[in-house]
């Protein structure tokens, strides 16, 4: 079997899944709608899936290249155990081409150009339950296209009763959408504009199968998942499309998914970009609330945008400062105050509890894996 050189040692290379051989020697891997035909020696769009001997391998299976502690509001999800931390990990490579992309330099990169550590899915999940995480989140690049160790890694967690969390950008097939969400237990999607023109020139993809993937979600699986939408200045900041957007998701998902409004930055590509304006969270979170979502929030600012608050009696449920929870009056998932069901996967035990300690990110340092930079 071909090997497989990194910078945190050698390890034997693991054969992808959702692939087939052709008869020209190419592979046809169907992950993702990107549909790659990868020839001998190379790797498809994302880097990590590549074709040696005529067989798809997976480069980023047991090698992540980013391993941290986040407070689980950072992903974002404000509805599935809040103010608990989460073990957050990436590797190399992306399936998107987006121009704005804030983990550049690890999404834009092949496994051979980035610090990575073989880290096995048991020892995973030992070093969140180490670091005291009740939850294990695949972020940072995209983990589709990791699948292989993302499934590997929930089937170590269910063992030990640790939850596990995809941050996506909803870029995967049918074949493989269950063999992936079926073993997750939350997800937040970056629905990242409600043009096809804006994915095709700034993303390299297309829309439509990420809102199929939202449709699978809500209609096929239950697994609890949130919305981001991050807004950048002239490209997908229009307030109609903002409005299409948020009917859209009242249509076909219904208004109890929380939608997330975020804010840009300058980087990557889009450096010539302004940061997005607090008025236009501001503007967009009005929109979406009078089509009737009725969990709305604001990411990357200081904002009241980031609380939540019953729908029903407008109450204040749970009181945010940028990722910190500072109050939480829920009262077992419900609003103390008319005692409406507030829906999400709400923090209910002493271990959930006990896990919200720091509430700052901060880098993994476990036994033999030393400390781990990013």
């Avoid at 054969?15 to 709608?33: D, F, I, M, S």
């Avoid at 991050?230 to 859209?248: Q, S, V």
Wanted: glycine fraction near 8%.
């Amino acid at each position: 079997m071909p090997t497989l050189k990194i910078s945190g040692g050698t390890s034997k290379l693991h054969e992808a899944r959702w692939w087939e051989a052709e008869p020209n020697g190419k592979v046809h891997c169907y992950l993702c709608p990107r549909h790659c035909h990868i020839g001998e020696g190379q790797a498809g769009f994302c880097f990590i899936r590549a074709n040696e001997g005529g067989k798809l391998y997976s480069l980023g299976y047991a090698h992540p290249a980013a391993l941290q502690i986040d407070p689980i509001e950072k992903k974002p999800l404000n509805h599935f155990l809040p103010g608990t931390r989460v073990f957050s990990m990436g590797t190399a490579g992306c399936n998107m081409g987006c121009f704005f992309c804030q983990n550049w330099d690890i999404s834009k990169s092949r496994a051979d150009q980035v610090h990575s550590s073989f880290v096995p899915p048991e020892d995973v999940v030992m070093l969140a339950i180490r670091n005291g995480c009740p939850s294990i989140a695949f972020t940072y690049n995209e983990p589709t296209i990791w699948g292989e160790y993302v499934i590997d890694i929930c089937h170590a967690a269910k063992e030990h009763g640790i939850k596990t969390v995809m941050v996506s950008n909803g870029y995967v097939t049918r074949e493989a959408f269950h063999d992936i969400y079926d073993h997750i237990d939350a997800a937040n999607i970056d629905l990242k504009a409600f043009t096809e023109t804006f994915y095709g020139r700034t993303t390299l993809t297309h829309l439509q199968p990420v809102l199929d993937t939202l449709q699978w979600l809500k209609n096929e699986t239950n697994v609890w998942f949130e919305i981001t939408n991050l807004i950048i200045p002239t490209l997908n900041d229009a307030p109609a499309e903002t409005r299409a957007l948020a009917e859209w998701i009242f249509t076909h998902l219904g208004p109890d998914v929380p939608l997330h409004f975020t804010a840009f930055h300058p980087d990557f590509k889009l450096r010539d970009k302004p940061r997005t304006a607090p008025e236009t969270l501001h503007a967009a979170r009005a929109t979406a609330l009078e089509v009737g979502l009725h969990y709305v929030y604001e990411g990357n600012i200081y904002s009241d945008g980031a609380h939540t608050s019953c729908p029903l009696c407008k109450a204040l449920l749970i009181r945010r400062s940028w990722h910190d929870v500072e109050e939480n009056r829920l009262a077992d998932g419900c609003c103390p105050k008319c005692g409406l069901a507030i829906p999400g996967r709400w923090a209910n035990s002493s271990a959930d509890i006990s896990a919200r300690s720091s509430r700052k990110a901060e880098t993994v340092t476990a036994g033999r894996y030393g400390e781990l930079n990013f």
